[in-house]
């Protein structure tokens, strides 16, 4: 099974923002994001792109303790509310 962590990009604080780098994958033509310290890269979900305020982004939820301990440490300490989808 599967899960994924969701957020809300407005809930990002603005220097996370200012300064995340984003692509797109050459192969699914996702968009990807990577915020600084974050130890994993988001996909932007751009359902809507004209209502910024909506846009999410997804993020693979660990099944490695380490590796899901560092993101939900992450998101914790930046105060950025999420979801964990199943």
Request: net charge negative; proline share 7%.
């Amino acid at each position: 099974m599967s899960a994924h962590a969701y957020i809300h990009y407005a809930d990002v604080p603005s220097e996370l923002t200012a300064s995340s780098s984003q692509r797109v994958d050459s192969i699914t033509g996702a968009k990807l994001i990577s915020f600084d310290g974050c130890p994993l890269t988001g996909q932007i979900d751009a359902r809507n792109p004209a209502e910024p305020m909506r846009l999410q982004v997804e993020f693979p939820f660990p099944r490695s303790a380490e590796l899901r301990g560092a993101l939900v440490d992450w998101l914790m300490h930046h105060g950025i509310h999420f979801t964990v989808v199943m």
